[in-house]
Every structure is written in C-alpha cells, then in structure tokens.
C-alpha cells in the first residue's frame, strides 16, 4: 500500500465535509461526524494511501447524489 498524501490534506478534505478529528489509535486518526459511522484512516510517517482518499471521496460523490 503506497503512503503518498499528506495527512494535512486529508485532515482539510474531512474538515472540508463537516468531519471532526476525534482520536488518534496508533497508526488511525478517527473521524467522526454527526449521524455517520466513524471513519479510521491510517496513517504512517505523516502520509496516507492513496487509496483511503479515493474510498472517501467515493464517499462523500455518493452522498451528494441522494
């Protein structure tokens, strides 16, 4: 799994949706938001996969069809 983003941008992206950081479990940061489950993302040397960015943007694009 490649660690490419910067957890900065990750952070703002969440933050950006109305997303809270709540917690940090060694490696996940925990973001949470009224009325949704809770999102794990883990994090290694301050970078995040590529591929946890595009699950949530995922996300997000299906949310704002409903």
């Given amino acids: 799994m490649a660690y490419e983003v910067d957890f900065e941008e990750v952070l703002k992206l ?15 940061r925990v973001f949470v938001k009224d009325g949704q489950l809770p999102w794990l993302i883990p994090v290694r040397n301050k970078k995040v996969s590529v591929e946890y960015l ?6 997000i694009q299906g949310q704002n069809e409903e």
């Fill in 14 to 28: 969440f933050e950006s949706h109305g997303w809270q950081l709540k917690r940090i479990y060694e490696p996940y």
């Fill in 54 to 59: 595009q699950k949530f943007k995922n996300f």
